[in-house]
């Protein structure tokens, strides 16, 4: 395990009614959070990963992790103990072609994925047996054009999809029945250009991260704009790359957001005010290569970040 000193940033943040802009330049806080530990390797083994992507936590703590290369989802313990898996790949229920999300609904009972191929959701019991499946047809729009990326579930179990191509969000019941859908491409205010990354804070507010603009957008589970923040820019306070793919919240309602290309953490409050930042390049412990996405335990607040091209898991604690 790493330990580090603590070390304090200064920033100022200027407000307005709905764009927070962050004014100065910080490197990344090393020593905010400190590693705890890493498990995987590449490999189809049990615990071994081929490029995984996202992941999910339940209300216990188990983290669900999607192995895209293998074509399965793996379950663990919060310790990072192997506990199941399934899937295989094909397109029949329960398997997978190029699997990219997982989520797990907020009572834990449910998983859904979603697959870039196939073209669908699936959901399963938290043990992995199927329930039922569905795809983006009838959808209106451009149909089987879309490409959805990223999940989020609400607290009626409403299934919202950030649909990349179409600049929409796609929203659905917890069985698959099509409900509504918003959204336009753009730069304006509750607009995006490829929205990817979703997640729902405890009041059912949505955060989605709008990749091409460099951004993050608040809005409540109607569509209604709230507010955003972020800009183009490297390792500064509040600004990202063009790949921002993983966002997350945590039970005081912070935003941790994932930079791909940057392979760093940044956390807001729930006003988008910059709180602190960690990460760096590399293989070794705590730091990252191409990370895609990350997930709060809701218990220990722990931080869990899908390290894709490291083939691993790492688990991060802050420094208190």
């Known amino acids: 395990m790493f330990l580090f ?13 709905t764009n927070i802009s962050q004014n100065s330049v910080a490197m990344p806080d090393q020593e905010s959070y400190q590693f705890v530990r890493s498990w995987g390797g590449q490999g189809s083994n049990d615990g071994q990963f081929l490029l995984p992507h996202s992941l999910a936590i339940d209300t216990s703590g188990n983290i669900y992790v999607t192995d895209t290369g293998n074509n399965r989802v793996e ?5 990072g103990t192997f506990i199941s898996k399934w899937g295989s790949e094909g397109s029949g229920n329960g398997q997978f072609v190029r699997l990219h999300d997982i989520n797990v ?3 834990g ?4 994925t979603v697959e870039l191929s196939n073209h669908r959701v699936q959901k399963f019991t938290s043990n992995g047996i199927f329930v039922t499946k569905w795809t983006y047809e009838n959808t209106g729009g451009e149909g089987a054009s879309r490409q959805p990326h990223q999940l989020a579930v609400d607290s009626f179990g409403n299934v919202y999809l950030t649909d990349r191509a179409n600049s929409e969000i796609l929203v659905f019941d917890g069985n698959g029945k099509f409900l509504t859908r918003w959204g336009s491409k753009g730069t304006e205010e509750g607009e995006f250009i490829k929205p990817h990354g979703i997640v729902f804070n405890s009041k059912d507010q949505m955060y989605i991260t709008d990749m091409g603009n460099s951004r993050i957008q608040e809005f409540y589970k109607n569509g209604t704009f709230i507010r955003m923040w972020g800009s183009l820019g490297q390792e500064e306070q509040g600004k990202f790359s063009d790949s921002i793919p993983g966002i997350a919240v945590d039970r005081l309602n912070n935003i941790y957001v994932i930079d791909r290309l940057q392979s760093v953490i940044q956390k807001f409050d729930g006003n988008g005010t910059f709180i602190k930042m960690w990460g760096s390049k590399g293989s070794t412990n705590g730091t990252m290569q191409k990370p895609e996405d990350l997930a709060i335990n809701s218990i220990t607040g722990d931080v869990y970040v899908t390290d894709t091209k490291n083939s691993r898991i790492q688990e991060f604690s802050e420094v208190r």
């Not at 379950?75 to 310790?79: L, M, W």
């Not at 009972?109 to 859904?112: D, M, P």
């Open 109 to 112: 009972k449910f998983v859904y």
């Open 105 to 107: 609904s907020p009572d």
């Open 75 to 79: 379950k663990f313990s919060p310790n």
């Open 5 to 17: 000193l603590v070390s304090v940033l200064g920033f100022m943040i200027l407000l307005n009614a």
